[in-house]
C-alpha cells in the first residue's frame, strides 16, 4: 500500500472497531459505556471527514484537475453519514436501542460501501497523484489524531 491508503485504511479500522465497541454496549444496554464508545467512534469519524475533505480533497483536486467526480460523490455520503450519526445519537440519548441499531445497521452498510469505493478506487488515485506531498501525509496525520 502507498503512504496516503495505507494512512486512511488504517483509521477506517480504527473507525470500525469504535463503531463495532459501541454497537456492542448498546446491545448489552450498558448506557454509560454505550455514550463513552459512540463519543469515541463520532470523534474519530469526524476526525477522518476533516482530514479528507478540509486536506485530501481540496489537494488532490487542485492537482489533479478534477473538481467533481469521486471526491464529490464521498462528500454527499460523508453528509449522509453524518445524519445517521445525529439519528444515533439521538437515539442513545434516549436509551433507545431499537432506533440506535436501526440506524447503524444502516450506517454500517454505508460505510461498508463508501470505504470500498475510497480504498480501492479514490485513495489509490490520490497516492498517484500525492503520495511525494509529505506535508500533506503530515496534515492528514494531525488531522485524523485530532490535532
Known amino acids: 500500500m502507498t503512504p496516503i491508503t495505507r494512512l486512511l485504511t488504517d483509521d477506517h479500522e480504527h473507525c470500525d472497531q469504535l463503531f463495532a465497541a459501541a454497537e456492542n454496549a ?3 444496554r450498558d448506557w454509560a459505556r454505550a455514550e463513552r464508545e459512540f463519543a469515541a467512534f463520532s470523534q474519530a469519524l469526524a476526525h477522518h471527514f476533516a482530514a479528507e475533505e478540509q486536506t485530501l480533497f481540496p489537494a488532490f483536486e487542485a492537482r489533479s484537475g478534477l473538481n467533481g467526480g469521486p471526491t464529490f460523490v464521498m462528500r454527499s455520503e460523508h453528509l449522509q453519514m453524518r445524519e445517521l450519526v445525529e439519528q444515533m445519537a439521538a437515539a442513545l440519548a434516549g436509551q433507545d436501542e431499537t432506533g440506535f441499531l436501526g440506524a447503524s445497521d444502516t450506517l454500517l452498510m454505508l460505510m461498508r460501501q463508501h470505504n ?4 480501492q478506487i479514490l485513495y489509490p488515485m490520490t497516492d498517484r497523484v500525492l503520495a511525494d506531498d509529505a506535508d500533506l501525509i503530515g496534515r492528514l496525520q ?3 489524531q485530532g490535532n
Not at 116 to 119: A, F, G, N, S, T
Open 26 to 28: 448498546v446491545q448489552a
Open 116 to 119: 470500498l469505493k475510497e480504498e
Open 142 to 144: 494531525e488531522t485524523l
